[in-house]
């Protein structure tokens, strides 16, 4: 076959007017740079805010720091009230405004909001005082913006600022001090909060509120949970708890996963259940010892291609689309 | 002829090939829901490739199974203790890989980009070339010579997109090891024997293009161009050869001195992409347009190199004022369709996928901090030393 639209439209799947347009753009008598254009405005958005940006610190005495603070709060006052025009009412289904830089927008002025509020912060002398709210209010702007403005990346921010807050508040060091507090283990919040953020996920998208957000609570959570018990596996007192806490997770996740085809997630447990199994077996053997070690060889050909063959089989149950 | 050499079922590769264009126009919105659907159910592939996680993970856990079958291999042959056996095991266990791959896996199983036939292929030819070169006996032009015939192979008879890349950076190194084997003057040639071979690479497959006008190889020939493309012009880029120069023939050359044909050189890293973007504009070739910008960049980062002004972000600054003034002034020409450019999205790319760019986006969006260690970043998402406007988004 040489000409594909050629051969649908023969085949009177697709229209003469719609065969036209992609015969044009075929032979390239129509080119598109919709991402060309974008990605160079992208890149000189952000060459030229990252040079000034730098040029104004340099730069600027007291007046010219406060100036600043005051050009970034007009900033965003001036974002708002454009994103103010575009943007649609709240709902708790999915909005998508189509004006194609409204995304660039929300990101600069979220950005903006936080910069400012460090700028703030740091030339004040605040740091040790706010130190804790800060991120918790960085948090709130972002999933607040996630949330009234329909913005996945920002979503992300905000958890990420989240999981930041939780892990600084909890943490063993005293960031502002720089004392060393020899405490609980940062990997047991990794894991709480992985938890917290799947329910939440789950939750959520039971409630249809922005249940299009589940993907990426439950991308995090799962990451966050994955990696704690991955940690916890590899120091620690419990090494064996964790390792079997994480085989049974993982392993029930997987079975779960593959019942909803959320391949990603499917992904995910099938190599942390993978490992975990992995890790028992290795430590079984040694523990028995007398010359069982030579089992090992055998161990990585025989599970993972017996484990391949049996996905195999099931051929129908993930085909594309 | 093709049925012959590709190892896959031609017509169910096409059919593949229709689905996934017309997934594409569905999503572009060009085409209806009940269009997509009945071109769905006529178009029906037997392939079987799954989705792209589902293939990650084959991919992985084949590549493991497979890479550690010659442990249990080479306990049979431990007895015969010597370098010629453990070579004839490495060969044995390759050829058996690319046999149940090929005949099981790909003709009676219509896998195709399922993960396990491309861990399948790596994994069989790198056991057949290292059963083949082990030893170190052997001169070095056939360690490329070999690698190149291997990932050729790859390339055509499967289809194999990675292998056709490795297939430049052998026929790479091939050349290299063969001027540098002939030696004397022809080494100073280097440079512009590589941008006439790819030079020759890139018109050989616009004229292989309009022979083998099947869509199974269309993209092949995108990849084959681009590739020899960007190697053409970083074959007469003056940082590379300049720095190439220095390091593998020996040039003794101090800070401000120019290496010899110095102007040529500053010529082809300047030329070349007006060339690029000239001809793209002329022939409206959307490759040609993407590889000039994309050297435009290179180029005007290796002059800054040599030539700069010794302020760094004052240039920064103002090359991110020309890019915006460029990008607007072009999006307002465009705005209504000048000789058939124009800016709307008329389909969308197909080298993109949503769902990698959406784990892509949330990975590299979410600031600086990575998910798994959250102690670290204190000021989450601001920016602490850029101070000024936001600078990191």
């Known amino acids: 076959m040489e000409n594909i639209y050629k051969q649908l439209f023969k085949d009177k799947l697709i229209n003469e007017k719609q065969h036209e347009l992609l015969d044009a753009i075929q032979s390239n008598k129509i080119i598109s740079l919709y991402y060309e254009l974008r990605l160079t405005l992208y890149l000189g958005i952000l060459l030229f805010t990252s040079g000034l940006g730098y040029f104004a610190y340099q730069n600027l005495g007291n007046i010219g720091h406060i100036l600043s603070m005051l050009l970034i709060a007009i900033a965003i006052v001036v974002g708002f009230f454009f994103i103010k025009k575009y943007a649609l009412p709240y709902s708790s289904e999915k909005v998508t405004v189509t004006k194609p830089f409204f995304d660039y927008l929300l990101l600069l002025v979220s950005l903006l909001m936080i910069a400012l509020l460090t700028y703030i912060q740091v030339y004040f002398d605040l740091v040790e005082l706010l130190l804790y709210w800060t991120s918790y209010l ?73 249940a299009h957000f589940k993907f ?46 959320e391949f990603l997630f499917f992904l995910y447990s099938n190599l942390c259940c993978f490992i975990a199994f992995t890790y028992l077996i290795f430590s079984l053997l040694f523990e028995i010892g007398n010359g069982s070690e030579i089992l090992l060889v055998y161990y990585f050909p025989v599970t993972c291609i017996t484990y391949i063959v049996l996905l195999i089989t099931k051929k129908s149950h993930f085909t594309n689309d | ?63 493991i199974g497979l890479s550690t079958v010659s442990g249990p291999m080479s306990l049979i042959f431990i007895d015969i203790n010597s370098q010629s056996a453990i070579q004839i095991m490495l060969f044995i266990t390759g050829v058996s890989t690319m046999v149940i791959t090929d005949l099981v896996l790909i003709k009676k199983n219509n896998h195709y980009l399922s993960g396990v036939t491309e861990a399948g292929i790596y994994t069989g030819l790198s056991f057949i070339a290292f059963g083949l070169l082990a030893g170190d006996h052997i001169n070095m032009l056939v360690y490329p010579l070999v690698g190149l015939l291997f990932s050729a192979f ?52 616009k004229k292989l293009k309009i022979k083998l006008t099947n869509i199974i190889f269309e993209n092949h020939f995108i990849l084959g161009q681009t590739l020899a493309l960007l190697t053409f012009y970083i074959s007469g880029n003056y940082f590379v050869v300049r720095e190439l120069s220095i390091e593998l023939m020996g040039l003794n050359l101090a800070a401000q001195d120019d290496i010899p044909f110095a ?131």
Not at chain 2, 47 to 59: E, G, M, N
Not at chain 2, 162 to 173: D, H, K, S
């Open chain 1, 138 to 210: 960085s948090t709130a702007i972002l999933l607040f913006m996630a949330y009234r403005y329909d913005n996945k990346a920002l979503l992300a921010m905000g958890i990420t600022a989240f999981a930041a807050s939780v892990g600084l508040s909890i943490s063993p060091v005293n960031w502002i001090r720089g004392e060393w507090v020899p405490t609980s283990s940062l990997y047991l919040i990794s894991i709480f909060l992985g938890i917290v953020l799947i329910a939440v996920g789950q939750y959520t998208h039971q409630q249809h509120i922005k």
């Open chain 2, 154 to 205: 790859a390339a055509i008879r499967y289809l194999n997109l990675l292998a056709l890349m490795a297939t430049f950076i052998f026929l790479g190194w091939f050349i290299f090891q063969l001027v540098f084997s002939i030696g004397g003057t022809i080494e100073a040639l280097l440079p512009f024997i590589f941008m006439l071979v790819f030079g020759g690479v890139y018109f050989g497959i």
């Open chain 2, 1 to 63: 002829m093709i049925n012959k050499i590709v190892a896959y079922n031609i017509a169910e590769l096409e059919k593949k090939k229709v689905l996934t264009k017309a997934k594409n126009l569905y999503k572009s919105k060009v085409i209806s829901q009940e269009q997509w659907q009945n071109i769905n159910i006529i178009y029906t592939s037997k392939l079987y490739s799954p989705s792209i996680f589902i293939r990650v993970l084959f991919f992985i856990l084949t590549l």
């Open chain 2, 263 to 393: 102007f040529l050189f500053y010529g082809f890293t300047v030329l070349i992409p007006i060339t690029y973007i000239y001809f793209g504009v002329k022939h409206k070739s959307i490759l040609l347009i993407r590889t000039g910008l994309l050297t435009i960049a290179l180029s005007v980062i290796t002059l800054k190199y040599y030539f700069s002004l010794g302020m760094p972000m004052l240039t920064i600054t103002l090359s991110g004022a020309i890019l915006i003034t460029i990008a607007f002034l072009l999006v307002n020409y465009l705005k209504q369709m000048h000789n058939g450019f124009t800016t709307a999205k008329l389909l969308n790319d197909q080298w993109s996928s949503q769902n990698l760019t959406a784990i892509v986006a949330n990975q590299t969006l979410g600031g600086n901090n990575l998910p798994e260690t959250p102690n670290e970043d204190i000021f989450n998402g601001g920016e602490f030393g850029g101070g000024g406007a936001g600078s990191n988004f």
């Open chain 1, 216 to 261: 990426t609570y439950q991308n995090f959570g799962i990451l966050l949970y994955y990696i704690g018990c991955l940690s916890g596996m590899a120091d620690g007192d419990f090494q064996h708890l964790f390792t079997f806490i994480l085989l049974v997770s993982a392993g029930a996740l997987s079975y779960y996963t593959w019942q909803t085809k």
